[in-house]
């Protein structure tokens, strides 16, 4: 395969922002009453805000309408913004700057695929805005992720056929996500968890354009 672009997740791959999705929401749901640890995050990693919101509103029993949903989740939203304003590049994962730096060099794309309507106020924050070739996010797609839609998307912005991207993801529905998109699937975190992926890394400093190459 001939890789022209590489289209990469960003919570959990490019920077870890699960904490802060965490205290917002745990926030959200200790006045709720809802009981909400650590390890249930751990079932929202990729899933979009509503999704999120709606498992935890289920942890309760509860169900809410949707001026309230869109209420709460606002809520969540204002406290999870002051938060994630005190990132900066620090907070970039090590190896990606050298990683995109690679890419960069042997002119192969780099795209962003996410499932936060945040993303664009993140990868600023991190100092990386700039290297993207084209930003694909939670604000431009109807059918969240595990649906292929929002790496088609990038894919489509890059210029690059499905078939010639690979995708890099931490959550089992961002996997099956590429893969429906018609990508080679890496795999961030543990192999047996992401099963559906081609190859699985700890982390993104272990991956090298090298291996990429040989997929
Ligand atoms: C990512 C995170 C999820 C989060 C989703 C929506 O996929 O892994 O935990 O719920 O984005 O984020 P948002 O910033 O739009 O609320
Ligand atoms: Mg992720």
Request: net charge negative; proline share 3%.
């Amino acid at each position: 395969m001939s890789c022209r672009a590489v289209i990469f997740d960003l919570d959990g791959v490019l920077t870890d922002t699960a904490i802060y999705h965490f205290r917002a929401w745990k926030a959200l749901a200790d006045e709720l009453g809802i009981a909400f640890t650590e390890h249930d995050n751990e079932q929202l990693k990729g899933v979009d805000r509503l999704g999120s919101l709606r498992w935890i509103l289920q942890q309760g029993g509860l169900t809410l309408s949707e001026a309230e949903e869109a209420r709460l989740m606002q809520q969540k939203n204002a406290h999870y913004l002051e938060l994630i304003a005190h990132m900066t590049a620090a907070d970039l994962y090590p190896g990606v700057q050298p990683l995109f730096a690679q890419l960069r060099q042997s002119g192969t794309k780099i795209g962003l695929a996410s499932a936060s309507k945040n993303a664009a106020f993140v990868v600023e924050r991190l100092g990386i805005a700039a290297q993207f070739d084209y930003i694909a996010d939670a604000n431009q797609v109807i059918n969240s992720k595990p649906d292929p839609e929002v790496f088609l998307l990038a894919a489509n912005g890059l210029g690059v056929a499905p078939q010639h991207c690979i995708g890099v993801e931490d959550a089992l529905a961002g996997i099956e996500a590429i893969n429906r998109a018609g990508m080679k699937a890496i795999g961030i975190g543990d192999a047996k968890v992401l099963s559906g992926a081609l190859k699985v890394y700890p982390d993104v400093a272990a991956i090298t354009l090298t291996n990429l190459l040989k997929l």
